[in-house]
């Protein structure tokens, strides 16, 4: 069953008209739980060289370029216009305030949560819920419209 048919079944008949958005987030929110997994396995394959920080800052871009490219090919498939390298850097740009958003909660959290220090997975989790809902808009209405 397609995502779309899922939620026409799921969601009252007055939403039905919202079910291409809904649909599209679904499959945003599938892409981003991808790109946390890389994000993730980035901040524990480099902690140890480059510490928290700077395992964070290089994991949130190679994860940030993932999703990118699986919101081209699936979510967003047909939309947006341009050379791919052009987009890409509209993406990174579209979403430097999601950046913001989720790499300030991960610092902000590994500083002063013993727990988030021991287990960063935790502090990568709460930043991709900060800046999910944003990136989502600023995806679609600039980088892939």
Known sequence: MSAGALLRRLIPRAWHGHLPVMAQFLRFGTVGAGGFVVDTATVYATKGALGLYGAGAVAYFT?????WLFNRLWT???QG???AHRQWLNFLGANL????????????LVTVSVVCARQPVLAVAAGVAVGMFLNFHLSRSYVFR
Do not use: H, I, K, Q
């Open 97 to 108: 305030l999601g950046f913001v958003l989720n790499r300030g909660t991960y610092f902000t």
């Open 81 to 83: 216009a341009g050379p």
């Open 63 to 67: 994860a940030s370029t993932a999703n």
């Open 76 to 78: 967003f498939r047909g």
